[in-house]
């Protein structure tokens, strides 16, 4: 059987492994790489490949080894100006080249959204050093946030409270930053009420929306999420029409998770990847096509039908809490054991080879039936809390 396309996926963990299954259940060839061996992706893809996505020689190598039909990248870290080259000679790279180019790097997006578009957005300046960062930091004003230009999953990420921890920012988010960029953005501290992830999908028939999705996070990373978030429909409407406008200007087709901070009805603009993003896998139990299946439908081009909400619903992380290459995943009887009828409970472990401190090394997920989102963040989180990593060295 000849495979309905052949897919390159530039970075391999769980956000690609669930692409993976979504892309491989339509019938795709999938080569997955990543810059270390038995990533989580690999484990399911039909062939696999070790690089650094930011390795100028490897990459182009890769892609003229596997001739694929889409270039999907899973990380920010990519030599994009490779990207850019192969999709010039005719190459289809997820959602584009230029989105890849612009999400890539904090400042690029930025620039989009505030200058081009004139979104709103929280105030912001950019450092390249540590005295520039007191001068952005003063121009801001405190308590600002800091994070890097180029970083994943939060990384480097951090908030300025007094003069005296400016110093150890800077210090954080160059430990933070990937990519060789040595860049941070210093932007000024929203009043927010809540944080929303808007799942934008761009079809070669139009946009569709999945329902907000609330997020909480610590250190820059996402801890739960859920979905739908409570949000008034002046406010739905407002990052609907936002979101439309920053997909359009970077064009391409595929999944785009938009976040935005909310304060009352005033919608403001933070950030953009260019792919599923990890508060979507809340979507792995609560709609009736995950943020995964979307994606490979729009970037396969392939019919989406209408999507439904099963009920309220919740995520939430399961974390390692120390580095080990050799540990156990214990507790899943008790953490799939739901709480009550109309409850619903799953897990997904990632599969990660070793573990770190604070890495994510799977997701619990719940539905709660004819209830609220309140019930299943309750019901996620004891499912985590149930999951036990038992270290053996």
Excluded at 64 to 76: G, Y
Excluded at 104 to 118: C, F, G, K, S
Excluded at 253 to 269: D, K, R, S, W
Excluded at 272 to 293: A, C, K
């Amino acid at each position: 059987m000849t495979a309905i396309a052949r897919i390159m996926l530039l970075g391999s963990g769980e956000l690609g492994r669930e692409f993976v299954i979504s892309a491989k259940r339509l019938g795709a060839h999938v080569v997955a790489c990543d810059s270390y061996a038995g990533a989580p992706a690999m484990q399911l893809a039909d062939e696999a490949e070790v690089f650094s996505m930011l390795d100028g020689a490897a990459l182009p190598a890769a892609i003229d080894r596997h001739r694929p039909d889409f270039i999907v990248p899973e990380v920010e870290a990519i030599r994009t100006e490779v990207l850019k080259e192969y999709e010039d000679r005719g190459f289809n790279v997820v959602p584009s080249a230029r989105a890849t180019v612009m999400t890539m790097n904090r400042d690029r997006i930025r620039e989009v959204a505030a200058t081009e578009l004139r979104l709103p957005t929280s105030g912001y300046r950019y450092a390249e050093s540590l005295e520039e960062m007191r001068a952005a930091v003063a121009a801001i004003g405190i308590p600002c946030i800091v994070k890097p230009v180029m970083s994943s999953s939060g990384k480097g990420q951090s908030t300025v409270r007094a003069t005296d921890g400016i110093e150890d920012a800077w210090n954080y988010a160059v430990e933070g930053m990937r990519g060789d960029r040595k860049r941070v953005i210093v932007e000024a501290f929203v009043d927010f009420d809540y944080e929303i992830t808007l799942l934008t999908v761009r079809t070669r028939d139009g946009i569709i929306f999945c329902d907000p999705i609330g997020h909480r996070q610590e250190r820059g990373d996402y801890q739960e999420s859920w979905q739908p978030a409570a949000m008034s429909p002046r406010a739905i409407a407002a990052a609907q029409q936002q979101a439309r406008a920053v997909v359009n200007n970077l064009g391409g087709y595929g999944l785009f998770g938009v976040e935005f901070f909310v304060a009352g009805e005033e919608v403001i603009f933070s950030e953009l990847s260019p792919r599923p993003h990890d508060t979507g896998m809340v979507t792995l139990i609560s709609q009736n096509l995950s943020e995964f299946d979307l994606h490979a439908r729009a970037v396969l081009g392939l019919p989406i039908p209408v999507i439904r909400q099963h009920g309220p619903s919740a995520s939430a992380v399961i974390l390692a809490d120390r580095d080990s290459r050799v540990f156990t995943i214990e507790g899943l009887e008790a953490a799939l054991t739901p709480p009550a009828p109309d409850i619903e409970v799953d897990v997904r472990i990632f599969n990660k080879p070793t573990a770190r401190r604070w890495r994510r090394m799977g997701v619990a997920l719940a539905l709660a039936r004819n209830d609220d989102t309140d019930r299943a963040r309750d019901a996620a989180r004891d499912a985590a809390a149930k999951i036990r990593i038992d270290y053996r060295c």
